[in-house]
């Protein structure tokens, strides 16, 4: 069985309702706001148009039809409820229609207050009504796909409730198509036919007289065939006077039928392989330590020792010693002493070896002592490949030691990374906006519980107020940046996710009007997430003219910081940055596709900054004349 899942692209009206708002919104094409709307009683659409007359096959048996929740092009995914903040409830009621009818309500639900959302689970396929195989009463010919919908009716509406549809929503098809031909065996004989041979009558023939031909005497035959006997020297080539022939008949018949088929089969094999890898590893490392010593040790590892030793001799050593092993082992051999030296020495080496190794120091000790010891080591370590030999020597001599040594150890610095911004994702919104009808700014893609997010939402809006901040989230900036004269705004969220906000965060205004928001939301990696603001500069706001330049703010511990326009109308972008102390990387620079009332158009970049530094002024030009505001922003290194 297969399946092809698809969202609309078109919609009508259904008798005796009204339309709901941005029904085009749920268009698998569209790119602006995801949410169609609801405020009133008695809305609905039918949305159709979901495959074009040949994505499912001409052949194929639809088996099942199902409305499903996919993930948008936005990155948010599709489902039916409400908004928030909201009171009051209205009911949801949703039907297929194979092209012609419609099926019976497949879900009925009331909605009450704001916030719900069938299914709870968006998103990967989650079906909303129908099934793999459910035709949900209804008969589905391919003919008529390219007329395959689905309707929601939202009726019955209380109190201030929003009734919201997500783009994300799309029809399933599940067909099956005939099975493949099983191939005729084509036979093609070869046949020898069977001949069989009459033979000719042959005359008697008798002292040079013919006495009879097939039994009839000559003496009472006058002609034959209206001639003359005595004109008739020959018959059948036989001389009418003369010995006569014994007749000779031999007829030769042949049967061979040959028949070849010729048949071709279709053959399917599926080899399995079995792999099984020899690995071997046989690193060999020689170690040839050469030491001057007097006594004479030897030890023989494979050994667990704990001697308790004292010893208590005058002894000064001023060795100078310089050490650069070079080890090559495969696999891995970790070698991690723990040497702690004071008047009294404890010495805990942990030794991984295989095979034995005898190492024979000769150690010479006088009252004063003068060591200046040559090592070469050139292990010879034969390991198959887990070899793990752990003996424990503690060695706790009283020694008066002034050694002077030069390390080379090999070793890799830690320290924190570097700040960084990833995963920047642009929501381009138009539509209305109101305290209970949200724009929808999407989540970074690929975002996960942990994360730090940043949101730099720009706004055509004179008042700039936004009437809540959504739940877990701080708006860095206190008061958006803007006012009556640049007609535009700038407010910035930021949360460390939680796991429990979903794809896209519902963001409001005290608007109620049309309107156009542009969000660019961003994963922040390595930032202080105790105090994650370095430094908030304050916005520089501009009317007329193409350009504004911004204050500049200095940094305290340094980080990144971000440069943000946000500029009355959508035709202002692309915009261009100059800051004659730092490089500039492109964050996002766009407008609201196509909108010439209410619509905004924005950009921001950004730049590594170090501690107690200036970010200096930044001017930025727009492609037209209007209304703008623009600020810095600098981010704390973590």
Same mark, same amino acid.
């Given at each position: ?50 495959? /074009? ?31 928030? *903040? ?6 949801? !009621? ?97 046949? &020898? ?167 024979? *120091? ?29 003996? %424990? ?7 008066? #030691? ?11 610095? %830690?320290?924190?990374? *570097? ?64 006012? %009556? ?32 928001? #542009? ?24 009317? !007329? ?27 202002? /972008? ?18 609201? %596709? ?13 730049? &590594? ?10 001017? #930025? ?18």
């Amino acid at each position: 069985m297969a399946s092809i899942a698809l969202g609309p692209l078109s919609y009508s009206s259904v008798s005796g309702f009204s339309n709901w708002t941005g029904a085009e919104r749920l268009y698998r094409t569209a790119t602006s706001s995801t949410a169609a709307a609801s405020s009133s009683t008695n809305r609905s659409n039918l949305w159709y148009n979901c495959f /074009d007359s040949n994505q499912i096959p001409s052949d194929a048996t639809i088996v099942g039809v199902a409305l499903v929740s996919n993930t948008n092009p936005n990155g948010g995914t599709g489902y039916v409820g409400t908004s928030a *903040p909201s009171t009051g409830s209205f009911d949801i !009621n949703i039907y297929l229609y194979n092209g012609t009818s419609y099926s019976s309500s497949l879900y009925s639900n009331t909605f009450s207050g704001g916030s719900q959302r069938y299914p709870a689970t968006q998103g990967s396929g989650e079906i909303l009504v129908g099934g793999a195989t459910d035709l949900v009463g209804l008969t589905w010919d391919v003919a008529d796909q390219a007329n395959f919908g689905f309707r929601i009716d939202a009726t019955d509406h209380t109190g201030t409730v929003t009734g919201v549809a997500i783009r994300g929503l799309e029809l399933e098809v599940y067909y099956t198509l005939p099975a493949s031909p099983t191939p005729t065996p084509s036979i093609t004989p070869t046949i &020898t036919p069977t001949i069989t041979q009459t033979p000719t009558p042959t005359p008697s023939v008798n002292n040079n007289n013919i006495y009879s031909i097939d039994d009839v005497s000559f003496s009472s035959i006058d002609e034959i065939n209206g001639t003359n006997i005595s004109h008739i020297y020959e018959i059948n080539g036989i001389n009418l006077i003369g010995p006569a022939p014994s007749p000779s008949v031999t007829p030769t018949i042949s049967v061979t039928p040959s028949i070849t088929p010729s048949v071709t089969p279709t053959i399917s094999v599926t080899p399995s392989v079995t792999v099984t890898p020899t690995i071997s590893v046989t690193p060999s490392v020689t170690v040839t330590p050469t030491i001057s010593v007097t006594p004479s040790v030897t030890v023989t590892p494979t050994i667990s020792v704990t001697p308790s030793v004292t010893v208590t001799p005058t002894i000064s050593i001023t060795p100078s010693i310089t050490a650069t092993p070079t080890i090559s082992v495969t696999p891995s051999v970790t070698i991690t002493p723990t040497i702690s030296v004071t008047p009294s020495v404890t010495v805990t080496p942990t030794i991984s070896i295989t095979p034995s190794v005898t190492v024979t *120091p000769t150690i010479s000790v006088t009252p004063s002592v003068t060591v200046t010891p040559t090592i070469s080591i050139t292990p010879s370590i034969t390991a198959t490949p887990t070899i793990s030999v752990t003996p %424990s020597v503690t060695v706790t001599p009283s020694i008066s #030691i002034t050694p002077s040594i030069t390390p080379t150890p090999s070793s890799t610095s %830690s320290g924190s990374s *570097p700040i960084s911004i990833s995963n920047i994702t642009v929501t381009d919104d138009y539509g209305t906006l109101s305290t209970t009808i949200p724009h929808v700014c999407n989540l970074p893609s690929g975002a996960t519980s942990g994360d730090f997010v940043l949101i730099l939402w720009t706004i055509d809006d004179p008042t700039g107020g936004l009437t809540q901040t959504p739940s877990g989230w701080t708006k860095a900036n206190g008061t958006a940046w803007g006012n %009556s004269t640049s007609d535009a705004h700038i407010v910035i969220l930021y949360k460390q996710l939680d796991g429990t906000e979903g794809s896209s965060v519902d963001c409001y205004s005290n608007l109620s009007s049309t309107r156009g928001s #542009i969000f660019y939301s961003m994963i922040v990696n390595n930032i202080d997430l105790t105090t994650p603001i370095d430094a908030l500069g304050t916005p520089k706001i501009a009317g !007329n003219g193409t350009q504004v330049i911004t204050n500049a703010v200095n940094s305290i511990d340094g980080g990144i910081f971000i440069c943000v326009v946000a500029f009355d109308g959508a035709d202002g /972008d692309p915009f261009t940055f100059s800051n004659g102390s730092f490089t500039f990387t492109d964050g996002g620079n766009t407008g609201n %596709s196509g909108q010439t009332t209410g619509g905004v158009s924005s950009a921001f970049k950004y730049a &590594t900054i170090d501690a107690s530094t200036s970010t200096s002024t930044t001017t #930025i030009t727009a492609q037209t004349t209007d209304g703008k505001v623009a600020g810095h922003i600098i981010l704390k290194q973590g």
